[in-house]
């Protein structure tokens, strides 16, 4: 990029990511090119640095992780085929046999699952900490302790931790952080500024956008930190997904800050009248300022996204429940949310809490807003709450 781009707002970089300077007769997106196998022109080239395989991703590959790597102002970004397999590569890259990593209690259920599984069987302990820590995860870090694995907002729970209290004890201890920043897209917050060592991103959600493809990304500031992401990928054979994936991906990059203001602004609106209902028991939002980690947000993310949930009465039957849910007509029931159409989900039986106790024990409804009318969807909830006490 041209050295505009220090002064260039999000919006403007976004647009801006990734291009190629123009030449004559090409188009504005960088060709798709479809291949295992890379050509070179002799022999010194072919063994020379550089990308040598299929796996490693062509032109469209490198102008999506440019893209990145520039709106995070990393060092780089390596693709995952999806988000999940993004969180698995950032941990691999820093944990060994006998080691231990302390994961928050609000992470993403396959998180938690490839811990509890791959992780334990590689030797690798897992300890979960309450999300609302903060420094006190100082007291937890021990001289096996290899990672500690964040997520703000908390997946279901939307728990926003204090990243820099938590990173500030890592770094202390010369322990690697991690984070999922999904919920954030990689704009709402800046996890470097934070001091994060490296970031994820489930680029299937908002930056993909549009419900279509399956995609992830590992990022970090400190170039060792990211030729470590490098290698653990080329190692386990993780490529970089399809052409067509990341062509997708970088499109919708292009139009992000549009559709996640638009989701923003009517989820808010969602959850402000949820929150006005007597019978829902809380509403999940760190944007509302009933929020208990509302101040938090308020210091670290530069607005919200468009997914939140809210709880029930512990009085719900799953009758009722099935019965508002089943019958909605805009939203769909399905978890991968960050697509331009609305989403609920009954998120209870993937809840888990190994800490603090859970005050709240009614059921989870998580909402994904998409870029539906906000008064059609709150017409369909309202429709859903009557069905609810039928
Ligand atoms: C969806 C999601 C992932 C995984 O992304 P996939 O591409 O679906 O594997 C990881 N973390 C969070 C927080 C997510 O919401």
New binding site residues.
């Given amino acids: 990029m041209s050295d505009d781009a220090a002064r260039w707002s999000l919006a403007t970089r976004l647009v801006r990511a990734g291009r190629v300077s123009p030449h004559e007769r090409t188009a504005v997106n960088p060709p798709i090119q479809r291949g295992s196998t890379v050509l070179f022109s002799d022999i010194e080239a072919l063994h020379g640095p550089g990308k040598s395989y299929g796996l490693e991703g062509f032109d469209v590959h490198d102008a999506l992780t440019a893209a990145l790597a520039d709106i995070s102002s990393a060092a780089g970004a390596t693709l995952a085929p999806?988000?999940?397999?993004?969180?698995t590569v950032a941990l691999l890259s820093f944990v060994s046999t006998g080691g231990e990593v302390l994961v928050t209690d609000s992470?993403?259920a396959?998180?938690r699952r490839f811990c509890d599984g791959l992780l334990a069987r590689m030797g690798v302990t897992t300890r979960y900490f309450d999300p609302r820590i903060g420094a006190g995860i100082a007291d937890l870090i021990s001289d096996r302790t290899q990672v500690i694995f964040l997520?703000s907002p908390g997946?279901l729970t939307f728990e926003i931790q204090d990243v820099p209290a938590i990173t500030r004890a890592a770094r202390t201890r010369n322990v690697i952080s991690i984070i999922?920043d999904?919920?954030s897209a990689g704009v709402l917050f800046k996890p470097f500024d934070h001091g994060v060592d490296v970031s994820?991103q489930?680029?299937?959600?908002y930056q993909a956008g549009h419900a279509d493809v399956?995609?992830?990304a590992t990022l970090a500031r400190d170039p060792q930190h990211m030729a470590r992401l490098f290698r653990t990928g080329k190692e386990l054979g993780i490529g970089c997904g399809s052409a067509e994936d990341a062509y997708l991906t970088l499109r919708g990059l292009r139009t992000m800050p549009l559709r996640m203001e638009r989701q923003a602004a009517s989820a808010l609106r969602i959850a402000q009248w949820l929150e006005q209902r007597d019978d829902v028991s809380s509403v999940l939002h760190p944007a509302l300022p009933s929020h208990p980690d509302h101040a938090l947000f308020q210091r670290d993310f530069s607005g919200a996204a468009g997914?939140f949930a809210f709880t029930l009465p512990r009085s719900t039957t799953d009758r009722a429940l099935a019965a508002m849910l089943d019958g909605l007509s805009l939203f769909g029931l399905g978890?991968?949310?960050?697509g331009y159409e609305s989403l609920a989900v009954n998120c209870t039986e993937q809840f888990v809490r190994k800490t603090a106790a859970w005050k709240d024990s009614g059921p989870i409804v998580r909402l994904s807003i998409g870029l539906e009318d906000p008064d059609d969807l709150i017409a369909d909830l309202d429709a859903g709450f009557a069905r609810l006490h039928a």
């Fill in positions: 999806s988000g999940l397999a993004a969180c992470v993403y396959p998180t997520e997946s999922d999904t919920w994820v489930a680029l299937t959600k399956l995609l992830g997914v978890f991968s949310w960050g």
